[in-house]
């Protein structure tokens, strides 16, 4: 049995932006190996898209080491976190917040990935967009590829590993591919079209890149498909060599060699599945798999859970209270952290919200150890754990203005 928590309320169209659950980037980016570390230099941790590190991040009590301005998409390498804003991009010291180096881009949309002492940042506008490679250590251009209508932030590997979306001259269909460019100067290795809706970010392991979407598909570095599996899967994540795909409302296992299903998790509360239920992007650590499941249909279903990577079997399950969003977890140290938000009546043009929080939860068992919860019109985005820190982006509704803060274990 779950044990339920009290959580707070947020706008219902700001769910998919919060629970980690499109190609855009979360708003803090990690290592481009499947092993953890303590950098996070890609969406969702490493190029497997694990969302777990070898980092420790507070545990019991949090206050914060310093904040800064912004509307961030980005990474942490070493002992800066590299974070794009609005036609800007900034290397911020973890030590103290203060700037490293800053680059003014075009482009209102920011996001980043890092490998390789380089920036990679997908930036883009109304119907442009362009690739960069920039200098960790100055913020120089390398090189930039602007051929293609809209390019979304790459995964890491051996190439880069891009979805790209093209439109047709009447802006009526719109078609996918996956891309590998090289890291050395942006040129084109290969382009494979995907045939599927809604495609998710690459994750890449072993040689092989996998695409969630309307299906999930497995593409060799070399640009050739592997294997195809007709029922759909997003936000996928590699580990113990299995796919694990979300769905909703739950999660699927999928051989990583042959795509064939190894197992399936339907989240079921009180003797009833869940509903009009969507799944965050998954964290995966040693054999276990977390992941939130917001329910908009039912009051008594939208959770944090742990599952057995190994067999899907439910380890424990948090309850949160009605209507509210789950954001994508991050797993470092025994420690889950994540952040929820819900839904109020809006009372004017931009709406009254209830606070939103960022949380920690025991990584063994799902009990909270620390929220921060201290505007009425807050939500957070999903978290980075390195270093002793966790990073999030604090955002005020009302006031659309953002901030990053750093949280650290409070002086006792």
Same mark, same amino acid.
């Not at 309320?9 to 980037?25: E, H, M, N, T, Y």
């Not at 054999?287 to 008594?300: H, P």
């Given at each position: ?20 659950? !499109? ?6 980016? #990690? ?6 570390? !303590? +950098? ?35 990474? %942490? ?37 890092? @490998? ?47 979805? *790209?979306? =093209? ?5 009526? =269909? ?5 891309? /590998? ?30 695409? @969630?979407?309307?299906? %999930? ?15 759909? @899967? ?6 113990? +060599? ?13 051989? /990583?060699? &042959?795509?064939? =299903? ?14 009009? $239920? ?5 964290? *995966?650590?040693?054999?276990? *798999? ?15 859970? $742990? ?20 954001? !994508? ?12 938000? @819900?839904? !109020? ?12 929080? /960022?949380? /920690? ?13 201290? $505007? ?5 985005? &999903?978290?980075?754990?390195?270093? #002793? ?9 009302? $006031? ?13």
């Amino acid at each position: 049995m779950g044990q339920k928590l009290p959580v707070s309320k947020i706008d219902r169209r700001d769910f998919l932006r919060l629970s980690g659950g !499109a190609v855009a980037a979360s708003a803090f980016i #990690g290592t481009a190996s499947a092993d953890p570390s !303590a +950098d996070w230099p890609q969406p969702r941790a490493n190029a497997a898209r694990t969302a777990s590190t070898a980092a420790s991040g507070p545990k019991d009590t949090v206050q914060t080491r310093w904040s800064v301005t912004g509307n961030s998409s980005g990474v %942490v390498v070493g002992d800066c976190a590299y974070i794009g804003d609005s036609g800007t991009i900034r290397a911020i010291r973890l030590a103290d917040g203060s700037e490293r180096w800053r680059v003014q881009t075009a482009g209102s949309r920011v996001s980043l990935s890092a @490998g390789d002492e380089t920036i990679y940042a997908a930036v883009g506008g109304n119907n442009w967009s362009s690739l960069l490679a920039l200098s960790i250590a100055d913020g120089t251009e390398r090189w930039r590829n602007e051929q293609f209508q809209s390019i979304f932030v790459p995964t890491v590997g051996d190439d880069l590993y891009s979805i *790209i979306e =093209e439109s047709d001259a009447n802006d009526e =269909e719109t078609s996918s591919s996956l891309v /590998a460019l090289s890291t050395a100067d942006g040129t084109v290795q290969w382009t494979q079209p995907l045939d599927m809706e809604e495609p998710s970010a690459p994750a890449v392991a072993n040689d092989t890149i996998f695409i @969630g979407g309307s299906e %999930v598909v497995a593409i060799d570095t070399d640009g050739e498909e592997m294997w195809r599996n007709p029922d759909s @899967g997003r936000t996928p994540a590699v580990a113990n +060599d299995t796919v694990y795909v979300t769905f909703s409302p739950g999660v699927r296992a999928l051989s /990583a060699s &042959d795509g064939s =299903e190894q197992w399936e998790y339907v989240a079921t509360v009180n003797d009833r599945p869940a509903e009009y $239920a969507f799944p965050s992007a998954p964290a *995966i650590v040693d054999k276990t *798999i977390y992941f939130g499941l917001t329910d908009y249909a039912r009051e008594d279903a939208t959770a944090m859970y $742990a599952l057995s990577a190994t067999t899907g079997t439910e380890q424990w399950m948090t309850l949160f209270e009605r209507d509210i969003v789950v954001g !994508a977890p991050a797993v470092a140290d025994g420690v889950l952290y994540s952040h929820v938000a @819900g839904f !109020a009546d809006f009372l004017s043009e931009r709406g009254t919200v209830e606070a939103g929080r /960022a949380i /920690a939860l025991d990584a063994d068992d799902g009990t909270l150890r620390w929220e921060v919860d201290d $505007a009425e019109d807050t939500e957070f985005s &999903d978290p980075i754990v390195t270093n #002793g820190l966790v990073l999030v982006e604090k955002h005020s509704i009302l $006031a659309d203005e953002s901030v990053i803060l750093a949280l650290e274990e409070a002086d006792s």
